[in-house]
């Protein structure tokens, strides 16, 4: 895909500090931007459980056409109503009753937003370690080649453990050779164009980094000192994840909060949004309609727009199914408190 | 000449698994005649549970796995409904039935056309499915063309499967509604029949789809009906409740020996687990999970795998979709790399029907909950399935505050290393005698690797506490 040269001058004007990226990291990401194949991508997996890159599999926007505006990609056609809804200041959803429109998400038009539209027709997805053909030596070649290349969008899913020289994860075996996940993450990290930490685990650990973080598990920042774009979430959500891609791809800014979040998910509280905020307080487990705050609800300290993104093609989210919000999106998960409150 | 090749990564599964094989010509024929299979990845998660709210475990315990992160909630929660002496009512035991099953449908689809199918296609010129190797492709265009259509339709199914699932977990995958006691949703009439929507796009897929496509695979490879075996030794601890004592369930509990159809019982007191040839200390070795410890470490001798290798009565077990399917006898063809594809895919079509039983015995207006009163010393344990095969989370309190939990998982069983007697792993046995035609294309591994659809997240976290782990660094080492 090709972005204008005014727009990506103009992306870097407004946005480089936001997204952290040095001078010679922004022409390495015009690079990638110019490539007819859209950029390539290393998916990189540590400690952590694959949920994430489940999830995205999950990503459906729906099909209905959409006007093309200037510097937008046809490529990404399927994914502008995603990114123009201003998710942060919709309206709440009107918490449902009885549905009379029964039938599930239709199967995907030739517009739909799709993982596997993403996949296949958005970006060169040249090493993902559940998806791709090669396995082996030769898996990792291709991985070697967008490095000595340059320009590649490093996602990462899953810490980084540091305990026992770093052998608590291997990434792979090169020319004989063990790498550890330590060394692969450092190794890929200091090229590329840009640095997207999918879910809480590869932002600041997540659940394997909790105390006593037996592993000795980092965030990609944490370990390399590279300004990185966290989506976060255990497991994080397809749409946060394609939203930021699309906004590097179209050379939009993302304002990215003090821990790296984009603001546009991650800056409001999901108490903030939540439909039953104000609502009689449950004082058991299985209440519909009732706020969840006396059960351990985290939601007044967690950042996310949850309560109108929702979840799996808006069937549900965690609090409509009477579960308090554990606060997955938050750097400190999964903290120590319990998730429930004492005598529930 | 006998050569040794590394596949790390071995890509197309969950996790961290390093193979080396090593090939030489037996009677003609190239094939593996050693093999080693690497867990390559240790978190520790029962370390972060000691110490904790008992009720935090079925939250924590699902990011074990990303793909099968359900069953460690249902194996979670059973294990604190036995602890705290509580019995969900049957609205929360159908709803976890649900959201369980709607996780074995999608994790059963992912794995045959997404994990599995690159093994056999040689598919379009773009990622996922390019580069690849080329050896042993046999399928022809239209075939290729048809199952690469039908590739990307599963990524649409297993999305269905996992909307179905959310609509009473909550979300999918993690879904947080299970909970000692019950489950937190309300079984409401809007919800049922939009499960009952979904389930009526997912069977056809199973019947029309997937069915055939797994019976198209194994025509043309049917050679692949003969390789894989392994020991033959079959074990499932049996999985969907249909009752409030567990004792009655959609696929029993049982095991079978090198491929008998008698079926005998499992006593978890036979149960052990090796670590001569794992990254955890020798003094902890062959105890049974109920009392044992977990003291990794790194680096050992002769040690290969963060995976310890579990034993019944000294013997490698198979787990999985034909250990169950076997168990339950449902599928007794046979025992290779095909006969695993068949069983899933049948498993997959018996589940998804029982799915449907099962909603319409919800009670819209029915309790989904009962208040456990928590003792401060506790224990219970949590036998159940996963789609790779059977686990079991085993439970311990004091003070109130989680004390030991331990978690034996499918793939520890499947890809275990060498046990301290050196026998193998049942997927390194299932590797003896693999022909391997290209050493540079070793294609015949992969596909009996994946026909097992190995979770290694789930294998490498095993753990059993009471003593704070130990780290012993030889000098001189990195």
């Given amino acids: ?47 952590g459980c694959t949920g994430c890159s489940v999830s995205f599999l999950n990503l459906f926007t729906g099909g209905a056409s959409v006007p093309s505006g200037p510097g937008s990609s046809t490529k990404f056609k399927a994914f502008l109503p995603l990114v123009t809804r201003d998710w942060q200041h919709s309206e709440p959803a009107p918490n449902p009753g009885p549905d009379p429109t029964p039938a599930p998400s239709p199967s995907p038009g030739p517009s739909a937003g799709t993982a596997a539209d993403v996949l296949i027709n958005n970006i060169n997805l040249v090493y993902h370690p559940n998806l791709m053909s090669l396995a082996g030596q030769d898996a990792v070649a291709q991985a070697e080649a967008a490095y000595n290349k340059g320009g590649y969008l490093l996602a990462v899913e899953g810490g980084i453990p540091t305990a026992f020289g770093g052998r608590a994860c291997y990434a792979w075996t090169y020319n004989e050779q063990e790498v550890t996940f330590e060394q692969a993450v450092r190794t890929l990290a200091d090229k590329a164009a840009g640095i997207l930490c999918i879910g809480t685990c590869a932002a600041w650990g997540g659940i394997p980094a909790a105390p006593p973080n037996p592993t000795g598990v980092m965030g990609v920042k944490a370990l390399t000192g590279k300004d990185t774009i966290n989506i976060p979430g255990c497991p994080t959500h397809p749409d946060w994840i394609v939203w930021a891609v699309v906004q590097l791809l179209l050379g939009k800014p993302i304002a990215l909060d003090s821990f790296g979040r984009p603001t546009q998910f991650f800056g409001t509280t999901v108490h903030d949004q939540c439909p039953r905020n104000g609502l009689t307080k449950a004082t058991t487990i299985g209440v519909d309609n009732n706020c969840l705050m006396d059960l351990g609800c985290r939601g007044p300290a967690t950042m996310a727009n949850c309560p109108l993104q929702k979840w799996n093609n808006q069937v549900n989210w965690c609090v409509d199914a009477n579960a308090p919000c554990i606060g997955c999106t938050e750097p400190g998960f999964p903290g120590t408190n319990p998730f429930y409150a004492p005598g529930v | 000449m006998s050569t040794k090749i590394f596949i790390d990564p071995v890509t197309r599964l969950e996790g961290h698994l390093k193979i080396a094989v090593t090939v030489n010509e037996v009677g003609g024929q190239q094939q593996v005649v050693d093999a080693r299979a690497s867990g390559n990845l240790y978190r520790g998660f029962e370390q972060l549970l000691v110490g ?12 074990i796995c990303g793909v099968c992160p359900v069953p460690h909630g249902m194996a979670s929660v059973m294990a604190q409904d036995a602890a705290f002496g509580v019995t969900a009512p049957t609205n929360a035991r159908i709803m976890r039935n649900l959201v369980l099953g709607a996780n074995f449908v999608q994790s059963h689809i992912l794995h045959f056309y997404h994990l599995t199918a690159l093994d056999y296609l040689d598919g379009p010129a773009m990622p996922p499915w390019q580069p690849s190797w080329k050896a042993d492709k046999r399928l022809d265009k239209a075939t290729t063309d048809t199952l690469v259509g039908h590739y990307v339709a599963a990524i649409d199914m297993t999305r269905k499967a996992h909307e179905m699932g959310a609509l009473f977990g909550g979300r999918m995958p993690d879904p947080a509604a299970y909970i000692a006691g019950g489950f937190t949703t309300t079984p409401r009439a809007d919800r049922i029949s939009k499960y009952k929507a979904y389930l009526n796009e997912l069977l056809p897929f199973i019947q029309n789809v997937y069915l055939p496509d797994v019976a198209a695979l194994g025509a043309v490879y049917s050679d692949y009906n003969n390789i894989g075996r392994g020991y033959g030794n079959l074990l499932a601890f049996g999985v969907f409740d249909l009752d409030s004592n567990g004792e009655s369930k959609l696929l029993r509990r049982g095991r079978s020996v090198n491929g008998s159809t008698s079926v005998n019982s499992i006593e978890l007191n036979q149960i052990t687990e090796s670590v001569r040839y794992s990254w955890y200390e020798d003094s902890t070795t062959n105890l049974n999970p109920a009392a044992g410890k977990t003291l990794p470490q790194s680096p050992k001798a002769k040690a290969y795998s963060w995976l310890k290798a579990p034993r019944y009565s000294g013997a490698p077990y198979e787990v999985g979709a034909l250990a169950r399917m076997w168990v339950n006898g449902d599928y007794r063809q046979g025992i290779s790399v095909m006969d695993r594809h068949q069983a899933r895919a049948q498993e997959t079509l018996k589940i998804a029907q029982a799915l449907q039983t099962w909603v319409n015995q919800l009670q819209p207006n029915g309790a989904v909950y009962t208040k456990p009163a928590i003792p401060s010393t506790a224990s219970g344990i949590g036998l159940t399935e996963a789609p790779r095969g059977a686990l079991g989370h085993w439970l311990q309190t004091a003070s109130g505050q989680v004390s030991s939990y331990q978690i034996i998982t499918p793939t520890c069983w499947n890809a275990s290393p060498l046990d301290d007697a050196s026998q193998m792993g049942p997927l390194e046995k299932a590797l003896m005698d693999t022909p391997v035609k290209d050493l540079k294309e070793p294609i015949e591994v992969l596909r009996v690797i994946h026909s097992f659809d190995p979770c290694l997240s789930c294998a490498v976290h095993v753990s059993r506490p009471n003593e704070k782990a130990k780290v012993q660094v030889i000098a001189g080492c990195c």
């Fill in chain 1, 1 to 47: 895909m090709n972005v204008s040269r005014r727009d990506f001058l103009k992306f870097c004007g407004l946005s480089a500090a936001a997204v952290g990226l040095s001078t010679s990291e922004l022409g390495l990401l015009e690079k990638a931007l110019a490539s007819p194949s859209g950029p390539s991508v290393i998916w990189l997996q540590g400690s």
């Fill in chain 2, 52 to 63: 904790r709210d008992p009720r935090d475990a079925q939250h924590l315990t699902q990011r």
